[in-house]
């Protein structure tokens, strides 16, 4: 009678223990993650919610806007059939170079987003002997869009295979072996059998991908050229426009990012509470 | 045929070349790019270059700022994952969400956002300049910043930890004598240690990334040279982080097969 008490109160922490510890995490989270999240939306429309529209819909904003969503929409499918790709290699074959195959996909993480922009500055710049070429043909790639695709898309190299990689081998292959046995074809096993069983770790990994893409600065800032209404996207035109003392116009275009980065939080939840469900025995683990 | 009951799966050919040839393309000749470059700079230059006082003074305010904002999550973030963990009070999920917001967050708007508070005319700001100090456009600001930015790191490299921590020794600790401090500093604590000092690698590297302005403010002078040679050692900071982290995972797991025995 006296054993199951004891053991929960031996592992309850004291009551002033745990008063201090979850009010200093209290403090920690209200100051560093709530007040800042509140204060994007609050400085958005602290001019009323009229400036707060036309800030949004101004014309260097829109082509902002319109770039950035550019970006993505070339960048994260590039990305995701790369990630699938390696994925599948990686889990479900042995060849000798494998795990520097691995450390390879993982490289862009270690390489500063600054770096990212001006490794391609490097190669693609006027300085180079590729970029002298470039523009005697009359082809911009640094300080134009396709720099921009091109750093976004180094920066946001690894998300989906990293999130593919782990989940594809612990699921294993039994099923693919199956299909095939049925006679079933390469693309028709993938569709039909492959896609469905990895949809919400490559959904997870997409939506990273995608917030990543939407949201990087540094790379995109070297390669940029900071030319409004051209080659300006969201993040850096919220920089220019906060550099400009506009703090409402800049914090009105944040606030769409801090929208966005607040439905990838919500899709992770959504994510991760599918994956759980889907296997029960981790559940039970 | 009947030897072999297992099919071998299609597309090994298809996927090694996309893969290749997107991961030469797109990492790998860019980052040669970049090799080469820093080769065709002397060593003599390469040193002067990196050495320079205004580069010495980067590196100062870039590791300090890092370390910093990364002793300061080692502290904060394993409490934070401990209460998330442990205790139960309402609105704890969401702050579990909440804890992914600087993944999630462009920098961009992170920047602003924290500089406007903690301006001369802030809310925060104002508060702390009455009090004596400045933090907007100072090496605290920054801190600040990298504080935000790579506090996830520390929380989520905890946790799973945590989670799955047997109450077995807690309880046997208890059993033994040990009040709950006792516990948790002597028990708890060490085998968390490699939980957090790779959270604390992953942080450090992502601060020490993340902050790059040398590098930009190099290349607004056209000084390619010098802004190779910076990054060549950032690069390389960086690296040595990320192979302390595999040192380290190597080194947890090895101390679970020992315990396992």
Not at chain 1, 225 to 232: A, Y
């Given at each position: 009678m006296n054993a199951p008490r004891r053991h929960s109160t031996a592992l309850r922490d004291p009551a002033w223990l745990r008063t201090l510890l979850l009010t200093i995490a209290l403090a920690f989270v209200a100051l560093f993650l709530v007040l800042p999240l509140i204060a994007v939306f609050g400085y958005a429309i602290e001019k009323g919610f009229d400036v707060y529209l036309a800030s949004v819909t101004d014309e260097d904003a829109r082509s902002a806007i319109r770039l950035t969503l550019l970006v993505a929409a070339i960048s994260v499918p590039a990305n995701t059939i790369f990630g699938v790709a390696a994925a599948w290699l990686i889990t479900r074959f042995t060849f000798s170079g494998k795990n520097l195959l691995v450390s390879l996909i993982d490289l862009p993480f270690a390489v500063s987003p600054v770096i990212a922009g001006l490794i391609y500055v490097l190669l693609?710049?006027?300085?180079s002997s590729l970029g002298s070429w470039l523009i005697a043909h009359d082809i911009k790639i640094i300080f134009a869009v396709p720099g921009i695709v091109l750093a976004t898309t180094f920066v946001t190299f690894p998300f989906v295979a990293r999130e593919l990689i782990p989940l594809m081998q612990a699921q294993g292959s039994e099923e693919e072996q199956a299909a095939l046995t049925l006679g079933a074809g390469g693309w028709s096993m993938f569709w039909r059998v492959v896609l469905p069983k990895i949809g919400w770790g490559l959904a997870y990994g997409v939506i990273l991908c995608n917030a990543r893409a939407i949201g990087e600065f540094g790379a995109v800032s070297v390669v940029s050229?900071?030319?409004?209404?051209?080659?300006?996207t969201m993040p850096l035109h919220v920089e220019i426009l906060y550099n400009e003392y506009n703090r409402t116009a800049a914090f009105a275009v944040a606030s769409l990012l801090a929208l966005l980065a607040l439905a990838t939080l919500a899709v992770k939840q959504l994510v991760g509470w599918r994956m759980r469900r889907a296997e029960p025995e981790h559940d039970a683990a | 045929m009947r030897r072999r009951r297992r099919h071998a799966l299609p597309g090994f050919g298809l996927t090694l070349g996309l893969s290749l040839s997107y991961l030469a393309l797109i990492v790998l000749i860019p980052l040669g790019a970049l090799a080469l470059k820093s080769a065709t700079i002397g060593p003599l230059e390469f040193w002067n270059a990196v050495t320079t006082p205004r580069a010495l003074a980067s590196y100062r305010v870039t590791f300090g700022c890092a370390a910093l904002a990364g002793l300061v999550n080692l502290v904060l973030g394993p409490l934070l994952a401990w209460v998330l963990v442990r205790y139960r009070f309402p609105g704890r999920k969401l702050i579990d969400a909440l804890v992914d917001l600087p993944f999630a967050l462009p920098t961009a708007v992170a920047g602003i956002t924290l500089t406007a508070l903690y301006a001369s005319n802030g809310p925060l700001g104002r508060w702390i300049e009455a009090a004596g100090y400045k933090v907007a456009y100072t090496p605290t600001g920054i801190t600040i910043a990298l504080i935000f930015v790579s506090l996830p790191f520390l929380v989520r490299s905890v946790q799973p930890v945590l989670e799955q921590l047997e109450p077995d020794i807690e309880e046997a600790a208890a059993t033994l004598g040990a009040g709950r401090l006792t516990t948790l500093v002597r028990v708890i604590l060490p085998t968390l240690w490699p939980a957090i000092l790779t959270g604390f690698a992953l942080a450090f590297a992502r601060a020490v990334g993340e902050y790059g302005s040398v590098i930009l403010s190099k290349l607004d002078a056209y000084d390619y040279a010098g802004a190779t040679a910076i990054a060549v050692v950032l690069l390389l900071v960086s690296f040595a982080a990320l192979l302390a982290i595999n040192l380290l995972q190597l080194w947890t797991v090895r101390r679970r097969s020992s315990e396992a025995r």
């Open positions: 693609f710049g006027a300085q050229g900071h030319i409004r209404g051209v080659t300006n | -």
